[in-house]
């Protein structure tokens, strides 16, 4: 494994505003993500899992700058010589994502796509299938006609989309939700990036092509060499896709580690919850059952003691609701823990 | 991706394919129309009409005899007492000033179609172009043109006119120019921006950004195709306001034209025939049908395109 992480993300923090009528300033603030840290190394997958709610979709966001950062820093790793072309700024090999802005930003894109949750409603109903895989390519200004059109086919043929031709100059709406999520697909790599956001790609879609589709996204990232994101808040999906899994609690990273290191030894009381709500096909895997109380909050102005406490099972009154969130820390072995019991 | 296995592609060039998807959306598109009387029946009365227009150059060049038959300069002087009832030389008789009634009703539609459609043009431009670019930019801008529509959606249509043409002496262009001006900044900016508003709100304005794509690109791209139905439902609309508010401004006198079928009106008003209907039926009833029908078949047909365009009206 490299030493060099492809994205180092530290600090992260977006807050929203709660609007509470017209004129009246707020001081109220939802944390959605709140100072979240990890990094991801070439051609690894993380899966970033949690219950609803909890900010996965809004750090997906940050990191494509859909949104933009209320603290933090995003560092993407870039060739000097592409930054150069490109009108970048380099800071020891990585550029600062938070503070990218018009042309930069743009060229940015070229090297970082999202695949979204909905295959239904992401695509614009009065394109074709061709416009909006070629969509990348046109605002980026990347080829001839011609040239576009013969990539579109390329990509349509390696997302299973075959033959292209019969599909190019369809509408979305005469695709299924699976072949529609293959279009995403090809529409997020045509212009190779190296980094993909995937968005609860899968959640939307049957049982029966999702494992296709989850099979199809990790053929494409062998062979392109790509490093995903991938936002599910299912543990079952994340272990077959990623190679490390981060545990999100309402805003906070609680637990990370190695996929199989997470599942077998899970060590924060959320993870252990969560794992015992998903059926694992290990035989030879033993766990405690863990029931949690109550449900998840929205993070308003949460407190600053752990923000777990009041659904953990096993929190210890004058510790847990007196000090502050337990600082996410490596336990060896790159199993990262924020509890102060661990 | 140096290692992607080559695919042939057929080669047919791209504007010929999308020449025959946008043929094929106006086929099916023609279907679902069809499928609604009320907008077969409109659709109809609009040919009717439109048949009216054409004929009306052709009929004076061959059987009308301009200075009999001319809308405006024509007298004919074989009848000694004008308005005459109708007649097999006059079908439908002759107004106050000797002309002919038919031939009126005729050359005004053309007028009547050219406002109309310039109107609904100008409107349909400033509303779609005004309500995505507040729908997308929001805050100032936003906030600017919204309390503009408000401000026109509030003052009475028909008396801006009023004070305006009697400002200003309007033509038919400048009539057409005013209409679709201020229905442009009213109230069609507003639906067209709350339609603006939800496709803003689509994963897929999302996707464009994160493919690079910048404000005009959205706008152009991803706005405009979804809103253009919306408009173009709002322009059969606009057609109906802009001949109505023409005839009640003829009808007063205030407009520059030398015809219409409000002018027809007028002029019977003017010669003291107006209350007087009962007998003199022909001065009044063929003008004001005529407005009545070609004003209900634009807002027929925009029923029955609005069916087409939100599907949810659709009956099953
Ligand atoms: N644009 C926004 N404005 C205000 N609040 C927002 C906004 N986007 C997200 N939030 C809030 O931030 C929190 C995190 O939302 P987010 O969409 O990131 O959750 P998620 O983990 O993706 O959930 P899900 O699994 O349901 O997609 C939620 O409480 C949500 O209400
Ligand atoms: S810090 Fe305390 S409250 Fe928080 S997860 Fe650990 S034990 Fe539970
Ligand atoms: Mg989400």
Known sequence: MSFQPLVK??????YFPVSKGLFRKTHDYIHAVDDVSFSIQPR?????????GCGKTTTGKLLVRLLTPTAGRIFFRMEEEEAREEGVRLEDGYVDVATLKGRAL?????????IFQDPYESMNPRLTIYDIVAEPMAVQGIGSVMEREQRVAEMLQHVGLTPPESF???YPHELSGGQRQRVAIARALIINPTFVIADEPTSMLDVSVRTGVMQLMQDLADRFGISYLYI?????VARYMCDKIAVMYLGKIVEMAETEELLHHPLHPYTKALLSAVPIPDPTYKRE????????????????????????????????NVQEHPPLEDKGGGHYVACHLV | MSDASSV???????????????????????ALFIENPIGVIGLAIILFFALMAVLHPILMKTVWDPTVYDPITGYDFEILRHPAPPSARHLLGTDPLGRDVLSQLMYSTQTEFILGVVAALITVTIGTLIGALSAYYGGVIDTLFMRLADLVIMLPFISILIVLSALFKLNMLKLALVIGILS????????????????KVKPYIEAARVAGGGDWHIIVVHFIPNLLPLSFLYMMFTVTSAIFSEAVLSFFGLINIRMSWGIMIHTTQTAGYLLNVGQYWWLVIPAGLAITLLCSAFYLVGRALDEVVNPRLRRR
């Not at chain 1, 993300?9 to 977006?14: D, H, S």
């Not at chain 1, 743009?106 to 999202?114: A, D, I, S, Y």
């Not at chain 1, 599910?232 to 079952?236: F, K, Q, S």
């Open chain 2, 8 to 30: 042939t592609v057929i080669h047919r060039p791209l504007w010929r394919v999308r020449l025959e998807l946008f043929w094929k959306s106006v086929r099916t598109n023609w």
């Open chain 1, 106 to 114: 743009k060229n940015f894109r070229r090297h970082v796509q999202m």
């Open chain 1, 289 to 320: 059952v863990i029931e949690i109380r109550g449900s998840v909050s929205t993070p308003i102005n949460p407190p600053s003691y752990c923000r777990f406490y009041n659904r953990c099972p096993v929190a210890k009154e004058g510790l847990c």
């Open chain 1, 232 to 236: 599910t808040h299912d543990l079952a």
């Open chain 1, 168 to 170: 190019m100059f369809r």
């Open chain 2, 184 to 199: 442009g900044f009213g109230g069609v900016t507003v639906i067209i921006k709350s339609q603006a508003l939800s496709i």
């Open chain 1, 9 to 14: 993300v530290e600090g992260l923090k977006k």
């Open chain 1, 44 to 52: 690894e997958s993380l899966g970033l899992v949690g219950e609803s």
